[in-house]
């Protein structure tokens, strides 16, 4: 991008250059000074239809929409002049005079943009003496709620449905202050993209009918993480209320997923919040299994997989972290690495580059595969007579019970113990979800990316790559690790594709992968 | 001729000379007029000769703005772009119909003119946009086109001068925004009628986002007079004293008049002689009370403000208020202004697109409250709130619909506020108002 030419201009008496063609309203955010808007979201075509943008440029004969008008050289903007502070009081007048002032029972309350500029810039009360208009709830279909009466016609959600999905099913219906967002006869808000608008709506209008009345916003706790449910790899918020995960937001990464998440990804929280976990480690005492300590369980386990041929079944949603761990144990004992993965349609989002719901629907598949563990579809077929079976992670669903008759003996590392387990494994060592611990995970694009922790672990779950780190140890490897980021240094420094990689740095946005198999993004935005 | 009453000695008939004359419908009949003499003579001349030709004469644009004809062509280059001409007839502007009557009168004089205006601003192609209700007119000029193409005047080869000219008519549907030039070009192109952000301006990305030339029904039905006659006589129309209003203008009166109608006059014309010369003054035993000049969007005058007006751009500036489309609404002293400016908000907020917050909910709110003053349920703090909520609406949004709203409101209570506070003062009912427990009223 050495070709842009810069502009330069004054923005609250902050001195600023951008590129130009920038709106007015970017180049402010670039010096700290965010614009008030409704209808402005970067994901989407300029609509400059809410009149909240609404700046004072000096030479200028009218307001400018800041959100519509590009920077000039040497540009004079006023956000907070007293015309333009009255301009936005006025559209914020006109916004509520409709809109129910039913914060207290609104889902949006607490991140409602139309509440905080409110506070922020309107008035103290409003000179609207008529009756409110009222129109009926519609379900919009999909996890979609229209709340008419709470609109402000912004038209973010028709906008997104028309140009980012390229599913126009939503309209501006009827004119005036009778218009509403339609839907197109026969059609409903189906498409896997589609939950997006809830978060795209500025105002509670658009509503997820599965948080529906859950929590106020207020309640909830954040912690950023990364969508599991594909290799895509979207950036995601993981929201909890006492500990329970109400749902899952996408977090702003135009490397991965720009604003958005799809359906299947939102509705993996639940996942999150089983309540069958194995939360004590386990450990066969005759026919059946008995609560241990975890130091036993760790040394009964290390017993149970040495002396033979070790087969891991890994999970493909493990973070890199501990897939890393179990490449070491493999490489301290005689065995092999294998993972099932499973597959769905891809469901791509035409108006993002590059972003789908990937048929791959794990999240770590790729640091899988750069760690030497084979794809199999039935693991008999990998497993030897005799043959010591680590599982970590994988949920064994379509694992006939011949296959897993098969190993000698079997120790289970996971978050719930499977059915078909109950009277095989030996030992099993309860882990944490990927919300209960912290780590990094590789896209399908090679994107190293890191989650947090979000939520406590139940019982004494312990973080996978803590467990995985002690029976390292136990079984005679290197396994000295205290910290996440301990293990990632080790693994930067033991694998050549994610050399050079430092856990701090790849923040909360991540890093492409130097040097791998997989096509790696290096391209820079500079937007 | 003029219709529906004869020609008065004192109009200037040039477009209007053929209103109520049959025969110059047809084709024949426009030929025999001296129709589509300047369309093979421009078809013959370099477009940027016709546009010197257009920019000398001081043409403006009928349609309200009074944006000068020449320089809007003047914006299209030979640049070897596809261009688009296309022709406003989306005449909804409460109070005027002069584009009707041209239509249904002379089609050829518009086919002509549109011919010509698309040959100077290097277009092959013209649209002209009709208002959906104009049932008449879009059969007349429909068969004017159709005509037009059968005679080889339109096609491919026009007029055997080698040059292409397609000419389409499209219906609308029946929205007043519709007639906003970029909302038009939204219809035309199957969309919602929206007006659209500018920049870009439609010459630069108008229809299919394609450099496009608008006009007016009444200014491209003026062109060929120009074209055929040279700027020098068209500049003949007009006072002498303000080269900036040139040319005749078609009137459209209606309301409380003895001879409503339409009436073309040179600009320039003294309003006073229009009102009570031309058009008869008010009917027997009345009084003018009030006069909006250019169709319900621009500011009210008093009787006493419209007989000082004269008739043309700066004329009606200098009396406070805008020449506009030339829709001349006429009050008498029985007419109550608050029930006919809430008649006319009421027609805005119906008509308002919904884009813009400050026109979809304030043409609506002040739509109540002018009704609640007209049911005499108003109350004094109302007029103050109108106040405010004109000046939140006017100057802020995408296109001026929201202005248009807010003017009758803001003119009349200038200069009719004793009529608003009468009937405020009648209110003798208890009003509860729903919002006496404010904050600050505590």
């Known amino acids: 991008m050495a070709d842009v030419k810069m502009v330069s201009l004054t923005i609250e008496g902050r001195p600023v250059t951008v590129p130009d063609g920038m709106s007015i309203l970017e180049a402010a955010k670039t010096a700290g000074v965010l614009i008030p808007h409704y209808c402005y979201h970067p994901g989407l075509p300029v609509a400059g239809v809410c009149r909240m943008c609404l700046v004072e ?45 039913d914060c207290p029972i609104c889902d949006q309350a607490g991140e409602c943009e139309l509440q905080d500029y409110t506070f922020a810039e309107g008035r103290a009360d409003s000179r609207y003496r008529e009756p409110k208009r009222f129109n009926p709830v519609e379900d919009f279909g999909g996890d979609v709620l229209y709340v008419q009466n709470r609109c402000i016609l912004c038209t973010r959600c028709v906008r997104f449905m028309s140009d980012v999905a390229q599913e126009p099913v939503l309209n501006v219906s009827e004119r005036g202050d009778r218009a509403f967002i339609g839907k197109a006869e026969g059609h409903d808000l189906t498409n896997p993209w589609a939950g997006n608008v809830v978060d795209l709506c500025p105002v509670g209008a658009l509503l997820s009918k599965d948080f529906l009345n859950r929590a106020r916003a207020w309640e909830l706790d954040r912690a950023p993480t990364v969508c599991t449910g594909c290799s895509q790899g979207c950036n995601a918020v993981a929201e909890t ?43 066969r005492r005759g026919n059946a299994l008995a609560i241990a300590e975890w130091d036993d ?124 387990l109950e009277a095989r494994a030996v030992v099993v060592l309860p882990i944490t979800n990927i919300v209960e611990e912290e780590g990094t995970l590789t896209n399908l694009r090679g994107r190293v990316q890191r989650f947090l922790q979000a939520k406590a672990a139940p019982g004494v779950a312990r973080p996978t790559w803590y467990v995985l780190a002690d029976l390292l140890a136990a079984v005679g490897g290197d396994g000295r690790f205290f910290m996440p980021a301990e293990v990632f240094a080790a693994l930067a420094a033991t694998h050549a594709s994610f050399a050079g990689l430092d856990y701090e740095a790849l923040g909360l946005r991540g890093l492409p992968l130097v040097e791998s198999g997989t096509p790696a993004d290096t391209a820079e935005v500079t937007a | 001729m003029g219709y529906p009453h004869p020609s008065h000695p004192r109009e200037t008939p040039i477009l209007s000379k053929y209103f109520g004359d049959p025969e110059a419908r047809t084709l024949s009949g426009w030929r025999a007029r001296g129709g589509y003499e300047a369309l093979e003579k421009a078809l013959n001349t370099d477009p940027q000769e016709l546009q010197t030709v257009v920019k000398d004469s001081g043409l403006r644009g009928r349609g309200g703005a009074g944006f000068p004809t020449g320089m809007k062509w003047s914006f299209m280059k030979p640049d070897g772009k596809t261009h688009y001409l296309c022709c406003n007839a989306d005449e909804s502007e409460p109070g005027t119909f002069k584009d009707r009557e041209i239509m249904r009168w002379t089609p050829h004089g518009l086919v002509e003119g549109v011919a010509l205006a698309a040959h100077t601003i290097y ?45 389409h008519v499209h219906r609308g549907a029946g929205a007043y ?69 040139i040319g005749t203008k078609l009137f459209s009166v209606c309301g409380n008049i003895s001879r409503p109608g339409n009436y073309e006059v040179a600009l320039g014309f003294p309003f006073k002689d229009f009102l009570y010369d031309l058009c008869g003054g008010p009917l027997e035993g009345r009084e003018i009370k009030a006069v909006i000049p250019g169709g319900s969007s621009v500011p009210i005058l008093t009787r006493e403000e419209a007989e000082g007006a004269v008739m043309d751009y700066e004329g009606m500036v200098a009396a406070g208020t805008m020449l506009g489309s030339g829709g001349v609404i006429v009050f008498d002293d029985r007419q109550d202004m608050v029930r006919q400016i809430a ?17 979809r909910e304030g043409t609506a709110w002040i739509t109540r409250i002018m009704e609640r003053i007209r049911d005499g349920q108003g109350t004094a703090e109302d007029l103050d709130t109108l106040v405010a909520i004109s000046d939140g609406m006017s100057g802020k949004t995408i296109c001026v619909l929201s202005d248009s709203c807010a003017t009758p409101v803001m003119s009349g209570l200038k200069k009719f506020r004793h009529e608003f506070e009468a009937k405020i003062a009648a209110n003798k009912s208890v009003v509860t108002v729903p919002g006496a427990f404010r904050a600050s009223a505590a």
């Open chain 1, 241 to 283: 209320r006492d500990n329970v995960v109400v749902r899952l937001k996408p977090r702003a990464n135009d490397q991965v997923n720009q604003y958005y998440m799809c359906e299947v990804g939102r509705q993996g929280y639940r996942e999150f919040n089983r309540r069958d976990r194995a939360d004590q480690p386990l450990v």
């Open chain 2, 343 to 359: 008649r006319l908000t009421r027609f805005y907020a119906h008509e308002s697109c919904a884009q813009c917050t400050q026109c």
């Open chain 2, 123 to 167: 277009a092959q192609t013209a649209y002209i946009y009709i208002r959906g209700e104009f049932t008449e007119p879009y059969a007349r000029v429909c068969a004017a086109v159709e005509e037009a193409y059968a005679a080889g005047i339109l096609g491919p080869n026009a007029m055997g001068s080698g040059k292409h000219v397609d000419v």
């Open chain 2, 177 to 245: 925004i519709c007639g906003e030039e970029t909302a038009l070009m939204n219809s035309l192109e199957g969309r919602r009628g929206n007006p659209r952000i500018k920049p870009p301006f439609p010459a630069v990305a108008g229809l299919f986002g394609k450099p496009t030339t608008i006009n007016n029904v009444e200014t491209l039905a003026t062109v060929p007079y120009i074209i055929k006659n040279g700027a020098e006589w068209y500049k003949q129309f007009g006072r002498p004293d303000n080269p900036k209003s």
């Open chain 1, 57 to 101: 440029v000096e030479k200028f004969p009218k307001l400018a929409p800041a959100c519509a008008t590009s920077v000039g050289e040497g540009q004079v903007v006023h956000v907070h002049s007293p015309k333009a502070l009255e301009a936005r009081k006025g559209v914020l007048e006109f916004l509520l005079i409709n809109h129910p002032l």
């Open chain 1, 297 to 420: 369980a760790i040394a009964s386990a290390a017993r149970a997989l040495s002396g033979r041929r070790l087969v891991v079944l890994a999970s493909p949603n493990l973070s890199n972290e501990a897939l890393f761990l179990l490449e070491r144990m493999l490489v301290a004992v005689d065995g092999a690495g294998v993972f099932r993965l499973e597959r769905g349609v891809e469901a791509p989002l035409p108006g993002a580059p590059d972003l789908a719901l990937r048929n791959e629907r794990a999240a770590n598949a790729t640091a899988a595969r750069l760690l030497g563990f084979t794809e199999t579809e039935a693991v008999g077929s990998s497993l030897g007579d005799g043959d010591a079976l680590l599982i970590v992670g994988d949920q064994l669903d379509g694992i006939g019970s011949a296959d897993l008759d098969r190993a000698s003996s079997i120790v289970y590392v996971g978050t719930a113990l499977p059915a078909s």
